[in-house]
């Protein structure tokens, strides 16, 4: 998505027209200022680095012989708030009703696992594996990245996924991303007596926030995400340093 989403802008900035050796530092910086006028810090980030990726990529073939890259800095990225749940918030959303238990089901499963809604969506059985030692686990390749990942699954979280289909069958069968979907995961939210945004991305945020609150290693959190760097997870531990400051500041005075 990102990479489609840079070339309409690349296409737009007249890109199209300029021959791979003519792009120096000064394009560079031209197109950098052009995408902060067009879209977020973050998505310039974002799209930047893909330009500066494929230069390298250019050089490494030797398509070209100066790489521009090199050069030219990449904005910064800003910490974006993310909301997640708190435990006793997680244990009134198990209590509460939701008009749709496969919603429930799979965002639960979510908050236990750290899935995506990628990987949620077209989790199949064949997926779900068990062994004596290991216990059950999800070995699966992620939407988003393709890398191939095994996740630990908690027994608890089990109970969520139902009696066991056909290998090749979803898991979650008639879960869809839909507007309604939305609005019946805000009711539930709502039905539970939290005022948080909550979106199903929210469930991600938990898993990760309630590993380092109880303790969990930032590396091994890492891990559990798929994440390829470090740092991306480091955004979780910063949001913990905050709940702790929050949580001294309810001390009596």
């Known amino acids: 998505g990102a990479w489609r989403s840079v070339t309409k802008h690349l296409r737009e900035f007249g890109a199209d027209k300029v021959r791979l050796e003519e792009v120096n530092d000064r394009w560079l910086?031209?197109?950098k200022a052009y995408?902060?006028?067009?879209?977020?810090?973050?998505?310039t980030?974002?799209?930047?680095?893909?330009?500066?990726?494929?230069?390298?990529?250019?050089?490494?073939?030797?398509?070209?012989?100066?790489?521009?890259?090199?050069?030219?800095?990449?904005?910064r990225m800003n910490d974006t708030h993310r909301e997640f749940l708190v435990e006793e918030e997680l244990k009134r959303l198990v209590v509460a009703?939701?008009?749709?238990?496969?919603?429930?089901?799979?965002?639960?499963?979510?908050?236990?696992?750290?899935l995506r809604w990628s990987?949620?969506?077209?989790?199949?059985?064949?997926e779900i594996r068990h062994s004596e030692e290991h216990g059950h686990s999800v070995d699966f390749s992620q939407a988003k990245t393709k890398s191939f990942e095994y996740l630990p699954?908690?027994?608890?979280?089990?109970?969520l996924l139902g009696e066991r289909q056909?290998?090749?069958?979803?898991?979650?069968?008639?879960?869809?991303?839909?507007?309604?979907m939305n609005i019946v995961l805000c009711q539930w939210v709502l039905k539970a007596g939290i005022t948080k945004h909550i979106t199903f991305h929210c469930a991600?945020?938990?898993?990760?926030?309630?590993?380092?609150?109880?303790?969990?290693?930032?590396?091994?959190?890492?891990?559990?995400?798929?994440?390829?760097e470090i740092r991306t997870t480091q955004v979780y531990a910063k949001v913990v340093d905050e709940t702790k400051r929050a949580a001294v500041d309810y001390l009596p005075k």
């Not at 995408?35 to 998505?43: G, H, P, R, W, Y």
């Not at 390298?56 to 398509?63: C, G, Y």
């Not at 990987?119 to 064949?126: A, E, N, R, V």
Request: charged letters at 20%.
């Open 97 to 114: 009703d939701c008009r749709r238990p496969i919603l429930k089901r799979a965002f639960l499963f979510s908050t236990f696992t750290g």
């Open 166 to 180: 056909e290998p090749s069958a979803r898991v979650f069968q008639g879960l869809k991303y839909s507007a309604e």
């Open 153 to 159: 699954i908690p027994e608890h979280a089990m109970a």
């Open 204 to 228: 991600r945020h938990t898993y990760a926030t309630l590993l380092l609150t109880k303790g969990a290693h930032l590396y091994t959190v890492s891990k559990l995400l798929g994440h390829r």
């Open 35 to 43: 995408l902060l006028t067009k879209v977020a810090q973050n998505s």
């Open 29 to 31: 910086e031209s197109f």
């Open 119 to 126: 990987d949620i969506h077209k989790l199949t059985w064949s």
């Open 45 to 75: 980030h974002t799209y930047f680095n893909k330009v500066l990726r494929a230069l390298h990529t250019a050089q490494r073939e030797r398509l070209i012989v100066d790489n521009p890259a090199y050069r030219v800095k990449s904005p």
